[in-house]
């Protein structure tokens, strides 16, 4: 079987994939580019591509720790984390072969940029440094089937919390907007409710530390970020 190579990488704001959206398209303002490898940097390899209004990424699950174990089954967040399901039911990142697939919007191409072409996006649940693998164009009357059955997820999740900013956000508006649809989605384990647990995540150079009381979720703090995100909470 021949091997696959990365095409592209992703770059976002969001460092490590504590924080970001559980699916794609559920933080629609979430603003993410599509930077191509040296050896695909044609412009012509994009001709067409702007009569479409979404695109599907294959990329890998770069962030996942694996001992290279099957795991026939999982426990999705979205059944509280504790209630498995045959990892071909799920969408979880531990797979035999770590491919995550991701519907986003196409917010712009651009042919000619410092990084070369690259393809602007929204909505995507990919954390900065993801390798993209293959780009297709998403086609409604093939793709969409509103009407099909979900399983265990049959709705999309609605934002559980109020986001409350007790630091001024030093974020342009865009981005505080973006930060604030992912944090109004909890991004802690399904199984955590301490109102004094701190947590921190990394956005667009920012560790952001916040704690949640109920359904209010309280940003304390904007630092210049470090290193690599803080790995979720402490």
């Given at each position: 079987m021949p091997s696959i190579v990365p095409i592209a990488t992703f770059r976002?704001?969001?460092s490590g994939k504590f924080?970001?959206?559980r699916q794609s398209s559920l933080a629609e303002h979430l603003r993410g580019r599509i930077v191509f490898e040296p050896d695909f940097k044609d412009p012509s390899a994009l001709s067409g591509l702007e009569g479409f209004d979404r695109i599907w990424l294959i990329w890998g699950f770069s962030e996942n720790a694996s001992d290279g174990t099957f795991h026939p089954t999982v426990r999705p967040p979205r059944l509280g984390g504790n209630e498995r399901v045959g990892v071909w039911a799920s969408r979880s990142p531990f797979r035999p072969n770590g491919l995550g697939l991701s519907a986003v919007r196409v917010a712009a191409?651009?042919?000619s940029s410092p990084d070369g072409p690259v393809?602007?996006?929204l909505g995507a649940d990919l954390a900065d440094g993801t390798p993209i693998y293959d780009i297709k164009p998403y086609v409604a009357y093939s793709d969409s089937?509103?009407?099909s059955a979900s399983?265990?997820?049959p709705e999309a999740p609605e934002a559980a919390l109020k986001v409350v900013y007790r630091a001024p956000s030093p974020l342009s508006?865009?981005?505080t907007a973006a930060l604030t649809e992912l944090l109004s989605l909890d991004p802690r384990p399904?199984?955590?409710d301490d109102p004094t647990r701190i947590y921190g995540l990394t956005f667009n150079s920012h560790d952001i530390h916040f704690r949640v009381n109920g359904n209010i979720l309280e940003v304390i703090d904007f630092t210049a970020a470090r290193g690599p995100a803080e790995g979720g909470f402490r």
């Open positions: 976002s704001p969001v924080g970001l959206p191409i651009r042919l393809i602007e996006v089937f509103p009407d399983g265990f997820a508006q865009e981005d399904a199984y955590h």
